[in-house]
Nanobody, 123 residues
Framework: QVQLVESGGGSVQAGGSLRLSCAVS????????MGWFRQAPGKEREGVAY???????SYADSVKGRFIISRDNAKNTLYLQMDSLKPEDTAMYYC?????????????????WGQGTQVTVSS
């Protein structure tokens, strides 16, 4: 059974930093695309960052230069380092995984999801 468990969310002032983690189990982690998504109240869910099986990354324009996605295949863990946080980054953040079939990881519909961790940035 595929499981993803996020942690690391919290409340921070604008300009601050947080590091999200996602522990994964139940599948061959290194062969899956991984991504971080977020959903703010009243808004649609959006993809924030993706990381391919070879470590290639892609980001939403709104977080480029501020967020870094990384994965530790030995620890089966996904990370999202978030710096220079803004109030508009406030949302529930989810990690997600899906099997990789050769395309860019940003193009998939993700099959497995964590329960989410709340990030709140105050001005």
């Amino acid at each position: 059974q595929v499981q993803l468990v996020e942690s690391g969310g919290g409340s921070v002032q604008a300009g601050g930093s947080l590091r999200l983690s996602c522990a994964v189990s139940g599948y061959t982690y290194s062969s899956y695309c991984m991504g971080w998504f977020r959903q703010a109240p009243g808004k649609e869910r959006e993809g924030v960052a993706y990381i391919d099986t070879d470590g290639s990354t892609s980001y939403a324009d709104s977080v480029k230069g501020r967020f870094i996605i990384s994965r530790d295949n030995a620890k089966n863990t996904l990370y999202l380092q978030m710096d220079s946080l803004k109030p508009e980054d406030t949302a529930m953040y989810y990690c997600a995984a899906t099997p990789w079939f050769g395309d860019m990881c940003s193009r998939y519909v993700y099959a497995f999801w964590g329960q989410g961790t709340q990030v709140t940035v105050s001005s």
